[in-house]
């Protein structure tokens, strides 16, 4: 191949981004180039189509087409309390200033099926402050949303979250907060009373309201440095002074423009903490 | 016979080294010369346990003299640095410098995938990469050394007969059309030879 032809290759994954944002509105752009283009060679595979080429004509002109695209770009990896070092981290430096207030608000964003937000309405409940806090969970997916606002999870997934509910300092048992329905688990609705599920855009839509905590965990590593900013300067801007900033086990702030609007307060479980203004 | 026409030298920006079952040692073999001063920057994939907290990060910090990062998401890519795939995540490489993990799903059951960089890598750097194939029991990284011939990168593997678990280099020998594998001593030299290369002008 030569420096041409990857260069030639490189514009065509421009072109077919920007065409999909301008027929469909999904807006793919800024997403991390690397990991577009290794969905985008999948689907192409996938789908039979030879080239980049052909596939900007098909997805112009063919919606169902580009309807089959959409599931490569909203791929999401989750599980009840993933990364038990992180609860622990939760439960050591944010429980006790959630505590100091009388009411909280959390914003779970990309937030995939709900396991993770069903974790901490877990830790928040076994805490006694559960009552006192309002989870909103948001996602591009609505399908996702679909199966965290339903709240059943099949009983594979509830038997490996039991083991991490303990290596997260559990209390009881997993199985205190759902009730088995045949293959499946469905959790505690006292559980789902606290949640709003809502559909929302990180790359497009604006600020959700002013909010004590905010997760959001092995979503930005999908995003680039651009994209990456825009989202962090969103959550400064819905986060109360000393609210708490949750990024993923590999995600710092250190890279990014809004590294200096918080302080670390957990480096392992990357638990940051707004500055006061 | 074919006599073949000089190669224009071969200016290297970015080395990838991939491996897995038996890899550590020859992985070894191959950093322990090099020193600070290495023009190339340098990414390492090994398949390991998801649980595997930066261990191996340590291990070869306290043995190579030089400085070794386990990759966070956005990290600029430095020369003269070991960058390494974090267990549980893929590693791959930006065009504009940076380093971007991502959790899709396993490659050969594997996350870290050597693929996956190898392949991310080949784009990123084209003809000035070199990337190397270690021991190991499955066929991850054959793909992506492919890839990386095919965009004029400099493909290796480590002689089959020389690895613990064969079948990694044997299928990379086989994906990227090598003649053959080299001893992990052949391409330590290999990589000490980029030492002395005249530096990039940038």
Redesign the interface.
């Known amino acids: ?3 041409a032809e ?1 260069e030639i290759e ?1 514009i065509e994954v421009t072109l077919l981004l920007e065409a999909i944002f301008q027929r469909y509105g999904y807006d793919f752009r800024d997403y ?4 577009v ?3 985008l060679a999948q689907f192409l595979q996938d789908s039979e189509t030879p080239t980049y080429s052909v596939a900007l004509g098909r997805l112009l002109r063919e919606p169902a087409y580009f309807h089959k695209l959409v599931p490569y770009f909203s ?1 999401s ?1 989750t599980s009840l309390f993933r990364e038990p070092f992180f609860y622990e981290g939760l439960r050591t430096c944010v429980v006790p200033l959630l505590r100091t207030w009388p009411h909280f608000k959390v914003w779970h964003a990309g937030c995939a099926t709900g396991e993770e937000v069903y974790s901490l309405a877990i830790l928040l409940r076994e805490e006694g402050i559960l009552d006192r806090g309002l989870l909103y969970a948001t996602d591009i997916s609505q399908p996702a949303l679909e199966t965290g606002r339903a709240g059943v999870y099949p009983l594979e997934i509830l038997r490996k979250g039991s083991e991490n509910y303990h290596k997260a300092g559990g209390r009881g048992s997993l199985s205190d907060h759902y009730h088995a329905r045949g293959d499946a688990g469905v959790m505690d609705s006292a559980l789902a009373r606290r949640m709003t599920f809502a559909r929302h855009n990180l790359a497009m839509d604006r600020s959700f309201g002013e909010m004590q905590l905010i997760l959001c965990r ?1 979503v ?3 995003f ?2 651009d994209l ?1 900013n825009a989202v962090l300067e969103l959550f400064l801007e819905s986060l109360d002074n000393g609210g708490f900033l949750c990024l ?5 702030l ?3 423009s809004v590294a200096d609007a918080f302080v670390a307060v957990d480096d392992r479980a990357r638990i940051y903490k707004k500055r006061v203004r | 016979m074919i006599v073949p026409r000089m190669p224009t030298p071969r200016l290297t920006d970015a080395v990838v080294i991939g491996g897995s079952a038996g890899a550590s040692v020859p992985l070894r073999t191959l950093l322990t010369g090099l020193t600070p001063a290495f023009p190339a920057a340098i990414l390492v994939v090994m398949h390991m346990h998801p649980d595997d907290g930066g261990l191996l990060a340590e291990n070869l910090g306290q043995v190579l003299r030089l400085p070794v990062v ?7 890519v430095k020369r003269g640095r070991v960058h390494l795939a ?1 267990a549980d ?1 893929h590693l ?5 410098g ?1 380093l ?6 396993r490659v050969w059951w594997s996350r870290p995938s050597i693929d ?1 960089t190898f ?2 890598a080949a ?2 750097w ?2 000035r990469l070199m990337a190397i194939l270690l021991s190991g029991a499955n066929e991850d990284g054959a793909a992506g050394l492919a890839e990386v011939q ?3 990168g400099l493909a290796l593997c480590q002689d089959p007969a020389t690895a613990t678990m064969p079948t990694m280099p044997a299928a990379g020998i086989k994906a990227a059309g090598l003649r053959g594998g080299e001893s992990p001593e052949a391409l330590s030299r290999r990589l000490m030879h980029l030492e002395s290369e005249k530096p990039d002008a940038r």
């Open positions: 191949m030569t420096d990857a490189r991390a180039r690397a990991s283009e290794r969905r791929v990896v092995n930005l590593i999908y680039n440095q990456q993923g086990d590999k995600e710092t250190a890279f990014s | 386990e990759a966070l998401d956005k990290m600029p974090p995540y791959l490489a930006e065009r504009d940076k971007a993990l991502s959790v899709d799903e996956v392949q991310s784009a990123v084209g003809r095919r965009r004029g």
